[in-house]
Nanobody, 115 residues
Framework: QVQLVESGGGKVQPGGSLRLSCRASGSFWSINVMGWYRQAPGKQRELVAN???????NYADSVKGRFTISRDNAKNTVSLRMTSLKPEDTAVYYC?????????WGQGTQVTVSS
């Protein structure tokens, strides 16, 4: 089992920045992918970004150039640096972890972009 604990999030004005962090604990393979999804009210959950254990990244088109995902394999953490935030970035953000044995989700953290 893998446990994911998220931190960060909150409310920020348009154009502002936030950083989300997530730490994985438990038993898992070192070959894995960590990432972030988000779900806005009334919308489907969507991939924001993910990063492999080797550092290969994948971003949603809507966040390219504004968000940066990174990870620390020694600490089993993944971070999402969000800049130039827009109201449409408002959502619950979920940390995710996937290895050969399963997919795991964090409890979610709210990000609200509003003036």
């Amino acid at each position: 089992q893998v446990q994911l604990v998220e931190s960060g999030g909150g409310k920020v004005q348009p154009g502002g920045s936030l950083r989300l962090s997530c730490r994985a604990s438990g038993s898992f393979w070192s070959i894995n992918v960590m990432g972030w999804y988000r779900q806005a009210p009334g919308k489907q959950r969507e991939l924001v970004a993910n990063i492999s254990y080797r550092g290969s990244t994948n971003y949603a088109d809507s966040v390219k150039g504004r968000f940066t995902i990174s990870r620390d394999n020694a600490k089993n953490t993944v971070s999402l640096r969000m800049t130039s935030l827009k109201p449409e970035d408002t959502a619950v953000y979920y940390c995710t972890f996937a290895d050969g044995r399963g997919d795991y989700w964090g409890q979610g953290t709210q990000v609200t972009v509003s003036s």
